[in-house]
C-alpha cells in the first residue's frame, strides 16, 4: 500500500515522503507556500510589449503576471491574480489571473472581489492538505507523528493514522527518512548494477554524470553500456522529480553504439511523461550530451532544506 509520511523531523521543516513498497517516489515540501492563494492585486506597471503586468498584493509583495492582448489594464487598477510559483531568490512571484478553483470556491473569489481592498487576501490555498486529499482518495495512507497536522488533516476530513513513538522507535528510523534525504541530496547515485550517477548544480545549469562505477557484468561490452545507460535514465527521471531540479539539465552518458541513441532518447521521452511538471527531452546535441528543461514550480530540494549533504 502506498504511505505518505508527513514529519518535520528534518530542522523543523514539515515534509512528506511518498513512498511506494518501501521506495521513496516524491517528497513534498509542506513548510509555508504561498502557491495556490488569490489576492486583490494593484497593478503598479504595465508592460505593453510584453503584454505583461508587475502587480503588488498582500504585505509588501510583487509578482509578475501575463495578461491578455486585449487587456485595457493601467496602473493603479485591481487585478485579481493567484500565485502561480512563489518567489525564489532574486525572482518576484509568478502570478496568474486564471484561477486553478472548485466552481464554488470561483464564485464566492469573484463576488469577494468587487468590494475588496487592495492587495487583500481572498482566498488561502493549504497545500498539505490539497496534497493529502489527492492520496487519500487514491487509496495512499497517510501517517504523521504531530498531533497538531493529525487535527488539521481530521478537520479537513482526510483520514490519517498518528504515528504511535511509545515503542521508542522514531518514525525517522521505522520508515528510514533520513537514509532517504542523504540518498537523494547526494551528489552520487548509486544504482542496482553498481554504475552511478553525478549530479552537480552550478548557477547555469545541473549537469549529471553516468559512470560505470562498480558494474562487473559479463555481458557484452556495448550491450552492458546500453543496458547501463538505459537504467540510468530511470534513475534520472526519478531524482528529477524527487529533488524537483529545474532549468537546463544536461547528461552525459556512456558512449555506446550509434544506433542505440534513438532508442535511449524515446524511452526517456516516455519516461518523462511520468513527471508531475512540464520536462522537456530536447535532444542529443552533436556531442552526443543529451539536454532536457524542466519548469521550475516550487523550490528545489536542496533550496528547501538549505544544506548538501555529502556523500
Request: charged share 30%; hydrophobic share 35%; proline share 1%.
Amino acid at each position: 500500500m502506498d504511505k505518505l509520511i508527513i514529519s518535520n523531523f528534518y530542522n523543523n521543516i514539515l515534509l512528506g515522503f511518498h513512498l511506494v513498497d518501501d521506495d521513496c517516489k516524491m517528497i513534498y515540501d509542506f513548510s509555508e507556500s504561498e502557491v495556490g492563494n488569490v489576492y486583490c492585486g494593484i497593478v503598479k506597471d504595465v508592460t505593453n510589449n510584453l503584454s505583461s503586468a508587475f502587480v503588488e498584493f498582500g504585505e509588501g509583495k510583487k509578482g509578475f503576471v501575463y495578461l491578455d492582448d486585449n487587456s485595457a489594464l493601467k496602473a493603479g487598477d485591481k487585478i485579481l491574480v493567484q500565485i502561480k510559483a512563489d518567489k525564489m531568490k532574486t525572482k518576484d512571484y509568478l502570478l496568474t489571473t486564471k484561477l486553478s478553483l472548485p466552481k464554488e470556491e470561483r464564485e464566492e473569489v469573484n463576488r469577494k472581489f468587487d468590494h475588496a481592498s487592495p492587495k487583500s487576501l481572498l482566498y488561502k490555498n493549504d497545500y498539505m492538505i490539497s496534497i493529502c486529499r489527492r492520496l487519500c482518495d487514491s487509496g495512499c495512507e497517510i501517517i504523521c507523528d504531530d498531533i497538531m497536522v493529525s487535527q488539521n488533516l481530521e478537520g479537513a476530513k482526510i483520514q490519517n493514522l498518528l504515528y504511535n513513538s511509545n515503542s521508542g522507535i522514531s518514525i525517522e528510523n521505522t520508515y528510514r527518512l533520513g537514509k532517504i534525504i542523504k540518498d537523494v541530496l547526494s551528489k552520487k547515485v548509486w544504482m542496482d548494477s553498481g554504475a552511478y550517477l553525478v549530479i552537480e548544480h552550478t548557477e547555469a545549469l545541473t549537469t549529471i554524470d553516468v559512470n560505470s562505477g562498480k558494474n562487473t557484468s559479463k555481458k557484452d561490452r556495448e550491450e552492458n553500456i546500453k543496458s547501463i545507460n538505459f537504467e540510468a535514465a530511470e534513475f534520472l527521471i526519478k531524482h528529477l522529480i524527487l529533488r524537483n531540479i529545474s532549468g537546463i539539465i544536461i547528461v552525459d552518458f556512456i558512449n555506446m553504439n550509434e544506433e542505440y541513441y534513438d532508442e535511449l532518447l524515446n524511452y526517456i521521452t516516455d519516461l518523462s511523461k511520468t513527471d508531475y511538471v512540464q520536462c522537456n527531452v530536447v535532444g542529443f546535441t552533436k556531442l552526443g550530451l543529451l539536454e532536457i528543461t524542466r519548469k521550475k514550480n516550487r523550490k528545489s530540494l536542496k533550496e528547501t532544506l538549505s544544506e548538501v549533504v555529502n556523500d
